[in-house]
């Protein structure tokens, strides 16, 4: 009998999934453009958060390169929430916007999802209304939260077959774990979701095809947590003392013993910022009028 050698991993490029991405949407925008809508994404800031800063001027920056418009409302990290969803309110309401997003963290006192609720659905390319959730469980068109969205189109680049397959998420939130378990039963995936109450969590992950992994906990996952063969989607990105950042997953741990990882810089965030722009030309389409 010979051992087997361990499978390589194969590590998927977010990145080139993300210029793919921003080059179908900036098509579409010029089809747009040339019908009489600009797709104009509006992006509502109340936070000083790093994370969020430079998350707003990836998302800007990409967003002219596409041929899009992008508004950064910039309320301040004081801001009340009717401050919030009064600037919420008012781009629902203007023809010329397509897009919504509002940012995270929000001012102590400012609860998401309620104040998401002022996000009108048809512009809510974020997924954040809790109206937009609700209608992602019951199967009805709706965005999903780009970051969720995100994981479904790498799995789908590498064509890794989700139907009745064994696929565990780590995580509950609202903006990934329960939106990505909800995207994973729309593709008849047999679904599994873990948290922090969940007890024995190797014994579940061990048994996934599909890993997700969205909690923020660095080397949550490590060797003893995966099957060989597993593909592993790290959707953590912790901020590390020496300015990088770092994943959910124990990278060198699981590397050689999965077949596919997710790495962390270049994995599943380059591919959200396209996928929120990806929502918002679909959304101008739908919209269309206002220029
Ligand atoms: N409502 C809401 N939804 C969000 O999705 C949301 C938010 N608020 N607030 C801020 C955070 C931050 N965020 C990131 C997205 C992409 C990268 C990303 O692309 N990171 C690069 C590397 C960045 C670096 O090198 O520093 C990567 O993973 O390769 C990072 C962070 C989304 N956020």
Not at 10 to 25: C, M, N, P, Q, W
Request: charged share 20%; aromatic share 2%; glycine share 12%.
């Amino acid at each position: 009998m010979t051992t087997l050698p361990s499978p390589a991993t194969k590590s998927l490029d977010g990145t080139g999934v993300a210029r793919g991405i921003r080059a179908e949407v900036a098509a579409d925008a010029v089809e747009l453009n040339l019908a009489g809508t600009t797709p104009r994404l509006a992006l509502v800031v109340a936070t000083d958060h790093g994370s969020s800063a430079w998350y707003v001027r990836q998302i800007a920056r990409a967003a002219s390169a596409a041929g899009l418009l992008c508004d950064v409302i910039d309320l301040g990290p004081e801001a009340g929430p009717e401050q919030i969803r009064s600037a919420l309110s008012r781009l629902s309401a203007d023809p010329a916007v397509h897009g919504i997003m509002l940012q995270t963290p929000l001012p102590a006192g400012a609860d998401f999802g309620e104040l998401a609720g002022a996000i009108d659905p048809a512009k809510d390319v974020d997924g954040a209304n809790p109206v937009s959730q609700g209608r992602l469980a019951a199967g009805l068109p709706a965005h999903p939260p780009a970051t969720a969205a995100a994981v479904l189109a790498l799995l789908d680049h590498c064509e890794i077959p989700l139907l009745g397959r064994s696929c565990v998420v780590v995580g509950h939130s609202n903006v990934v774990g329960r939106p990505v378990a909800q995207l994973l039963l729309r593709r008849d995936a047999t679904v599994t979701v873990c948290h922090r109450h969940t007890e024995d969590l190797e014994a579940y992950t061990r048994t996934a095809d599909v890993l997700v992994v969205a909690v923020g906990r660095p080397g949550l996952i490590t060797a003893g947590h995966v099957g060989r063969d597993a593909v592993v989607i790290d959707v953590g990105t912790t901020p590390t003392p020496d300015g990088g950042l770092a994943g959910d997953v124990d990278h060198a741990a699981v590397d050689g013993r999965v077949r596919v990882l997710s790495p962390v810089p270049g994995g599943v965030g380059p591919v959200t910022t396209a996928q929120l722009l990806r929502h918002t030309v679909r959304s101008a389409a739908a919209l269309g009028g206002g220029r």
